[in-house]
């Protein structure tokens, strides 16, 4: 028993200097002004206008980024699935591969090619096209997003196809379904907790980045993240900071419960 604890001890040092004091510290000062006397303005600050329209807008933006993961991922994850893979092989290791790779350094790539003077642009003058003028834009975020994020959506739903079993869908084509009948009443419903892992994985993290708005959308677009960012960063006003990231966290949560409540046995998990 002592060993176990022992053991323990490493992690659970790790939850209490990284995880519970940021956590105290961000709904301490999210909950005081800077006289250290209770206040909500901080939370309440989000109605702003300035402050409600980043909010709403990194919602959009990453609602579409979601959408279109969802899109893109689940073909190829039924398509690797089909191909009765593991994930281990050499076909899931190279569709990851890019997930190695430092965050940051991926978007400034983004940024590199769709620059107005990019690799993209460079070779569209030289094929005499019409230059691609979506840096700084909505656009390029949620690029920068769906670039970012596809994994964490296809790994999900990958791992919710490898476990239906095969004799399910067999047994319903015996019984006359077509592919369409198939995939609607067979497929789709057994993968849903798959999807909705995926979901989350991506809503979560889109929804609080600020790095990929910065880097691929300028200073002109301000999303919750960015603002976030700038008033612990730039303005150093942590309370504002806390108070908004507060708000955010509660989208997350939510997010998270949903997520909870469709995956109860957490069969979309990626192992």
Known sequence: MNRKKALQAPYLFWSIMFIIIPLCMIFYYGFTDKTGAFTIENITAIATAEHAKALWLSMLLSLVSTLLCLILAYPLAMILSGMNVSQNSFIVVIFILPMWMNF??????????????????????????????????????????????????????????????????????????????????????????????????????????????????????????????????????????????????????????VSSIFDKDGEGAVL
């Open 104 to 257: 940051l350094l991926r978007t400034l790539a983004w940024q590199s090619l769709l620059e107005k003077t990019g690799v993209i642009n460079n070779i569209l003058h030289f094929l005499h096209l019409p230059a691609l003028n979506i840096i700084n834009t909505p656009t390029a975020i949620i690029l920068g997003m769906v670039y970012n994020f596809l994994p964490f959506m296809v790994l999900p739903i990958y791992n919710s196809l490898v476990k239906i079993d095969g004799n399910v869908v067999n047994a319903a084509k015996d019984l006359g379904a077509n592919q369409i009948q198939t995939f609607m009443r067979i497929i789709l419903p057994l993968s849903i907790p798959g999807v909705i892992s995926g979901i989350t994985m991506v809503f979560v993290p889109a929804l609080t980045t600020f790095v990929i708005s910065t880097l691929l959308g300028g200073s002109k677009i301000l999303l919750i993240g960015n603002v976030i960012e700038q008033e612990f960063t730039r303005a150093g006003n942590w309370y504002l900071g806390s108070g908004l990231s507060i708000v955010l966290m509660i989208f997350i949560i939510v997010n998270m419960v």
